[in-house]
């Protein structure tokens, strides 16, 4: 079975600061995909950024970057210079690239982005 | 622009009627789809998956004949709540996955039931 922790439950920054947001999983599927996702109060789920299992360097969007360790079976998103449309839920979620595929979330990081 | 869109954003119904929201894939083939539920300030929990050409898979604890689920073609899976009740209210967000890429989602139904 799989499971995804992220243990802050809000966050709070303030503007052009950078932040990590952490998320840690476990998993038994020796190849998985790992995920991030910004949920906005209008609730549409937006895709940030993607880590392959198998990927030996670290996945990089623009302002978001993903901080892998697969021995310690973490991968935290970080943003860097954050904006005030920033603020929003983060869901970090994984997914086993064989079989069922299912989708996995975690519980959700409010992050509040202070001007 | 969106990948995968979802109609209708919002719908109130009365008790015992039947709702049913669409999920299209707009730039890809999607064999497969997902359905989440998501109640206030919580995650999104898996209902179901979408096959096209076959039965749904339903996660445990969801009624099958509660939550109709039709993938009739490549591109378009439908989730019907069948004579709904004030407890089916929530926010209902489908996916699709990009063979070749990420998992995409709609930009969710909010569901109220009256």
């Known amino acids: 079975a799989q499971k995804i922790t992220q243990t802050q439950p809000g966050m709070f920054v303030q503007e052009k600061e950078a932040v990590t947001l952490d998320c840690t999983y476990d998993?038994?599927?020796?190849?998985?995909?790992l995920f991030w996702y910004k949920q906005p109060s209008s609730g549409e789920m937006i895709f940030l950024i993607y880590?392959?299992?198998?990927?030996?360097q670290n996945a990089t969007e623009g302002r978001y970057s993903l901080n892998f360790q697969k021995a310690r079976k973490s991968a935290n998103l970080v943003i860097s210079a954050s904006q005030l449309g920033d603020s929003a839920m983060y869901f970090c979620?994984?997914?086993?690239?064989?079989?069922?595929?299912?989708?996995?979330f975690g519980q959700g990081t409010r992050l509040t982005i202070n001007p | 622009g969106a990948v995968v869109s979802q109609h209708p954003s919002w719908v109130i119904c009365k008790s015992g009627t039947s709702v049913k929201i669409e999920c299209r894939s707009l730039?890809?083939?999607?064999?497969?789809m997902f359905w989440y539920r998501q109640f206030p300030k919580q995650s999104l929990m898996l209902m179901a998956t979408?096959?096209?050409?076959?039965?749904?898979?339903?996660e445990q604890g969801v009624e099958k004949d509660k939550f109709l689920i039709n993938h009739a073609s490549l591109t378009l899976s439908t989730l019907t709540v069948t004579s709904a009740h004030p407890e089916d209210s929530s926010f209902y967000i489908c996916?699709?996955?990009?063979?070749?890429?990420?998992?995409?989602f709609g930009a969710g139904t909010r569901l109220s039931v009256l």
């Open positions: 979408s096959n096209e050409g076959s039965k749904a898979t339903y």
């Open positions: 880590q392959g299992s198998y990927d030996q």
């Open positions: 730039d890809f083939q999607a064999t497969t």
């Open positions: 996916s699709a996955r990009d063979p070749w890429g990420p998992q995409y």
């Open positions: 998993t038994s599927d020796p190849s998985y995909g």
């Open positions: 979620a994984m997914r086993p690239l064989q079989g069922a595929q299912k989708l996995v």
